[in-house]
């Protein structure tokens, strides 16, 4: 049966061509990243099922006349290029190696499989857009186990950044930045690393690192909120005296706002939580709701796993419901 590409054109159709396109004709050189390179016959074991053992291979089976091909390669090829090396293209001609499009029963292009340990184990056909292709290139990423070791170096930052290693703590957050540009959960880091260093502004435009559509993921508002906490709590006073005040008259909300402020920029959210709750409860709309506006913040501080953050928020909640 002959191979038909995806707008039902016969693969037999035309002549074959010795070579790819070039870059010019919309598909890009093999040789244009180390992680990219065209197979036949002679090495597709070598290529694919065999490096494939190491780290994913996708295969694209593509032909010089396949006008649908001529968008998607480049896109697969960009895509593997920003892997930076956690995965591989190869590239197949079809028009050259019929005996692999057979075996692999492709009958229509640009058809694309996924191998994982010498299997194929995803793959599609006709065209995708760039979030479809990123999307089919983490997941053969994620079955390959490719990110155990970005896993395992986010944990161990976090662990020093805990500790108090915040210089070793950024150093390891920038490390892998430097090997996954874009990665939310180190972009976070880093940012709350400078802040740890009292680097406020820096910790900022870190931040602004983040890719676009990103800016509402749980690591991000976390780090940002913990900013804004601490700009809003510097110089807010000795927390001793602000007791105080608040012992001397129950109803001076503004001290009890001062007392919250104050116990943020000691590390005590808990204790600052609780002076908020009392404030939001004796008066709600005070200042504007700033009794609830800070509490959020604080909760988007802790994180959404935060048991911590989960309580206080049960209890706001029943407040604002009862």
């Known amino acids: 049966m002959p191979l038909i590409h995806a707008t039902g054109r016969p693969v037999a159709s035309k002549k074959p061509q010795t070579a790819p396109p070039s870059s010019g004709n919309g598909q890009a050189d093999a040789g244009a990243s180390p992680y990219i390179k065209d197979s036949g016959i002679q090495t597709f ?88 292709i990123k999307a089919f290139v983490d997941r053969l990423i994620e ?75 749980a690591a991000i508002l976390a780090a940002r909120a913990q900013i804004d906490l601490a700009e809003m709590s510097a110089g807010a006073g000795e927390t001793a005296e602000l007791r105080a005040a608040v012992e001397r008259n129950p109803e001076d909300l503004q001290a009890r706002f001062d007392l919250a402020m104050a116990l943020v920029a000691e590390g005590d959210n808990a204790a600052a939580v609780e002076a908020l709750l009392e404030l939001f409860r004796r008066d709600r709309e005070w200042n504007e709701g700033a009794a609830k506006a800070q509490l959020f913040k604080i909760f988007d501080s802790l994180g959404p796993k935060s048991e911590e953050a989960q309580r206080g928020r049960r209890r706001l909640s029943s407040m604002i419901f009862s």
């Open 45 to 132: 074991a070598a290529d694919v099922l065999q490096a494939s053992l190491e780290v994913p291979v996708i295969v694209d089976f593509w032909a010089p006349w396949c006008g649908p091909c001529k968008t998607l390669t480049p896109a697969l090829e960009k895509a593997v290029t920003e892997a930076k090396g956690k995965v591989r293209l190869v590239k197949v001609d079809v028009d050259q190696n019929q005996r692999i499009a057979a075996q692999m029963r492709v009958q229509s292009i640009p058809a694309v499989f996924g191998f994982v340990n010498g299997q194929p184990v995803d793959g599609f056909m006709g065209a995708q857009s760039p979030a479809q």
């Open 143 to 217: 079955m390959s186990g490719g990110n155990a070791g970005l896993e395992e170096a986010l944990a161990a930052a976090e662990e020093m950044l805990a500790e108090g290693a915040v210089a070793d703590a950024a150093q390891t957050f920038a490390a892998i930045l430097a090997e996954e540009d874009g990665n939310v959960q180190a972009i976070a880091g880093l940012a709350r690393a400078h802040l740890a260093l009292g680097e406020v502004e820096r910790a900022r435009e870190i931040l602004a690192l983040a890719p676009a559509g990103k800016a509402g993921d």
